[in-house]
């Protein structure tokens, strides 16, 4: 088993098919077939052996495409680089894990000089951006050109595949090693449950270094049908393309799809070619899920729980759970139950599975779960512990194995002695007509330990004062769940996976 | 991964569930999963240390499925024994491999004094038929009872999940060794093409001995469906079962489907829960599908090309080919294209890929192709190389990567330097209205090398004689092609997986 096999199949099977559509540029997989060829022999002849890593620095693309199933093609590893990241944060990733080589595009190219100046062991550059290769890079299109096509490397099974480093919300990055197993095994779950479109063009709107986003890619490259890129997320592009290229399906975070349903040409496009939508798990997504569904009823909805280290699918809530008497019952706020393959089992700290119900923490097993972090032998034995993951994420399970996220186990407040999930709070403010986005943290107390504080962005033309959504929580939750302080602020930060970083929140206000 | 993680999974999810209804029993998947537990445990108090092998020489209850799952979930390996052999052969299958625990049930448990006589390792015998246990069996519900359940040992991946040894259609038999990884990659790309049916129970006709069976058995249990099991083939049991169970799925070899559509009965049944029907590929298999969809028009027909060898299934050719269209192009008789995972490719002699649309062996590369031969190094040298399965069979692809099979390799025939297909021949006379069965051997001929020799089964009422036929062919076919020799028997030898034994009809007429 290797991830390059997919791309045999569809040569040997539908060369003719469009691979990819970016701006002005489409390919069939004839094309993208032989430019992955090309690029994995150029980048042997530069001196990627087997399971040498190659990173990538830029937006989506056709490209990014290509680098994912090329390095693969040539027997390396893929070391995507998270694109919100400083200078500093970057070169730890490259350097962490002996990167030799980096794909970057006119996005980033900006960035080399710093990369340069600070890495341990400089990357050889490719650009693959717009125009010219600055000085000191490669061309990749030159490359590729240049290049002639090699033969698959057939790595697979439990070679590596990717190192992705985690970071945003937590601490210091670590190197996620995925195999070709783990990943082909997260594939296949959402294939058996959401089964191909047949002809069904996926559009790519978060972004391919995001485990997310690559998981999808690579179903779509496993059913064998087409992808559409856009570099980034804008309303009214993504509501044009939909239409235009006829889109099938696609992937997007709650802010994303608000702002779809704010934007004033929503109702002027066809989008009756969108079959299926799936989100990434919110507190606030029930209020969205409401109204996406009063506007296109026939939209099959999901959403799914998982983390890098789980490749990243651990559960998904499929669109029969999406229904209004699901929605009435509650079943829409699961993030569904373990997918083929995946043990999920909610447990106290003692590492013993709780009864149905209980919060506790929720850990995984199978065949999709990360081999281990890159050089760091104590994290991993700290997260995998006799073949569980441990993924600090709270949660409870009902009678018929349905997960509910409650929080991240160190996102809980505790408070007076008194556990408080922050999205329990969350998911009450979202409620409240003027609220647009909202975040709970613990912050110090004295008396206290921990005070709830919540940090709320207020819809554009609403109004509330943070006494009256104060009151709106008493409503619903009880006294010492509710936010001792309420800040009101324009924004909050996001991560590219769009949940908010609540560690930036703890920090003092800038 | 391992394979009975799908039955926690659905005791964490349905144990209520129905697991399995044979005749008068039915239970649900808590008690199965109970008894399956008590099983494991009760062999490991046998001596079944991890790895080891146990035998099962019965025809399909649920106690066939109980052995699956138990065998596994104690740690061993399984041996399902081919319920049409004789003594050495059984013999032959046990020894091979150490098989210490053989479970037989009422049909075969007279074979076990033969057995005691010759094995060179006697095997402890469990009795899973009905009444009591014969003098020196242990009883096989009496060992559930009294034995503790044990927790899942937990073996998957790589580790030996199942040896099981072919034979019938071709020569000394071997131990075919499939690993966990290799099931559940086996079944995961029939489950991605035909998604399950939600509560859609199965109907087990065919033998779960054989890896057809099997691996349907291990797609419901991954599903989470329930099982219903005949312990043989009836028509008239076969036709009430799916009206009272109301049956979704079942698998059946094309036989079985004609003795189905010629019952009386077949119309005063209500078969309307019938949703999907696969059948084994066969040459004549294009007259029943007509016939069976003129009486069931929406019933949805998968057939699949598969060896022991890879777990089974290499290509499927999906109810979409099956269309009325699909049939007059032809395509319908192409057991279709490779499926997720798997690479097929067709090749000369030399093993170098041959044009789209010329007859070459058919070899298969994929996570579903078995580890090997048991204890045969040789042999397996030669099926497996470079990472490819030889089949031995012949066949096409056209430009789509369609797969059509012309032949067993040893079974084409070379005449007066020119090769005939036996498939083609065969084909051809199936047409004939009077013809219900045929097959075509080679036969030694002083002046040709090999002549074309047709084996004739007519239809009950019907009458043909052998000039008639022949004439028939040669409307068809060129000359080389149209059988020398005709004969006309009442039956063919056929395998329990209902292909017809060429090697027996090439023996001297008993």
Redesign the interface.
């Known amino acids: ?1 290797y991830m390059t ?2 791309l ?2 569809i040569l ?3 060369p003719q098919r469009i691979a990819t559509v970016f701006g002005d540029r489409r390919q069939t997989y004839q094309q993208f077939g032989d430019r992955v060829a090309r690029l994995a022999g150029a980048l042997q002849t530069l001196g990627m052996a087997a399971g040498d890593r190659v990173g990538m620095l830029a937006l989506n693309s056709d490209r990014y495409l290509e680098y994912i199933m090329g390095v693969w093609w040539g027997g390396g590893v893929l070391n995507p680089v998270n694109i919100r990241w400083s200078v500093p944060e970057i070169v730890y990733a490259l350097d962490d894990c002996n990167t030799a080589i980096l794909i970057v595009d006119e996005h980033f190219a900006a960035l080399a000089e710093g990369i340069r100046k600070t890495a341990r062991q400089v990357p050889r550059f490719i650009y693959a951006g717009e125009g010219e290769a600055p000085v000191g890079m490669l061309g990749y299109e030159q490359l590729i050109a240049q290049a002639a096509a090699v033969e698959d490397a ?1 790595r697979g ?1 439990d070679d590596l595949a990717c190192i992705m480093y985690t970071g945003g919300t937590s601490g210091f990055p670590k190197g996620v090693m995925q195999s070709h ?1 783990n990943l ?2 997260a594939c ?1 779950p959402r ?3 959401m ?2 479109i047949r002809d069904g063009r996926l559009l790519h709107v978060a972004p391919l270094f995001h485990v997310a986003g690559m998981a999808r890619a690579l179903i779509q490259f ?1 059913a064998g049908e087409s992808h559409v890129l856009l570099s980034g997320f804008d309303a009214g592009e993504v509501l044009r393309v939909i239409e235009r290229e006829r889109i099938c399906e696609t992937l997007l975070v709650p802010t994303m799809i608000l702002s779809l349903l704010d934007h004033p040409d929503f109702d002027r496009h066809d989008l009756s070619s969108l079959k299926r939508l799936t989100y990434g798990a919110s507190p606030s997504a029930g209020e969205m899920v409401e109204q996406l569904l009063a506007r296109l009823p026939d939209l099959e909805l999901s959403h799914s729980y998982g983390l890098t280290e789980a490749c990243p699918v651990v559960s998904s809530n499929l669109p029969c759970n999406h229904t209004l008497a699901a929605r009435r019952s509650g079943l829409s706020r699961s993030v569904g ?2 997918g ?5 089992k909610i447990v106290d700290p003692q590492g013993h599975e709780v009864p149905r119900g209980t919060v506790g923490e929720i850990i995984v097993r ?2 999709n779960i990360m081999q281990g972090y890159w050089n760091k032998p104590e994290e991993t034995a700290r997260a995998l512990r006799d ?1 569980w993951l441990y993924t600090g994420d709270g949660g409870y399970m009902n009678a ?2 349905y997960l509910f996220i409650v929080d991240r186990l160190k996102d809980m407040i505790v408070t007076g002695g008194e556990n408080v999930y922050s999205a329990e709070v969350e998911n009450v403010l979202a409620r409240h007509p003027a609220v647009a986005m909202c975040a709970v943290i613990g912050v110090p107390h004295e008396q206290w330990g921990e005070a709830v504080h919540a940090v709320v962005v207020l819809k554009p033309d609403a109004q509330a004062d943070t006494e009256q959504l104060r009151l709106f929580c008493r409503e619903f939750i009880a006294g010492y769940k509710c936010p001792k302080s309420i800040e009101l602020r324009d924004a909050l930060p996001l991560s590219a996976a769009g949940k908010v970083l609540k560690r930036n929140l703890r920090q003092p206000n800038p």
Do not use: A, I
């Open positions: 088993m096999q997919c045999q199949r040997q099977q539908e057939g099974g197993w082909w095994s296949m294939m058996v449950d089964p191909p496993l139950r373990g083929l393959g995946v043990n999920v199978g065949p073949g018929q194995g």
